[in-house]
Nanobody, 119 residues
């Protein structure tokens, strides 16, 4: 069984920073992409940032230049460094991973962590 465990959410003032972490554990043969999505009430969950096993990254336009994504393959962990946070970044952030299991690639989600940007 595979689990994604997130940490690092919280309350921060506009212009501040937070770092989210997500560690994958369990019977993992290989992790393809890892990334972060976010969701606000009444809206669909949307991609924030994603990084492949080869290190290719992509970001939603609204966070480019402010957020950085990285991963530690040895620890099966992905990080999202969020700087210059804005109130519109307030959302529940979900970790996402595409993990190789025997015979299949499977998507997994974390439980979500709340990020609130407010003065």
């Amino acid at each position: 069984q595979v689990q994604l465990v997130e940490s690092g959410g919280g309350l921060v003032q506009p212009g501040g920073s937070l770092r989210l972490s997500c560690a994958a554990s369990g019977s993992i043969a290989m992790i393809n992409s890892m990334g972060w999505y976010r969701q606000t009430p009444g809206k669909q969950r949307g991609l924030v940032a994603r990084i492949t096993s080869g290190g290719s990254v992509n970001f939603v336009d609204s966070v480019k230049g402010r957020f950085t994504i990285s991963r530690d393959n040895a620890k099966n962990t992905v990080y999202l460094q969020m700087d210059s946070l804005k109130p519109e970044d307030t959302a529940v952030y979900y970790c996402h991973a595409v993990i190789g299991l025997p015979g299949a690639w499977v998507e997994y989600w974390g439980q979500g962590t709340q990020v609130t940007v407010s003065s």
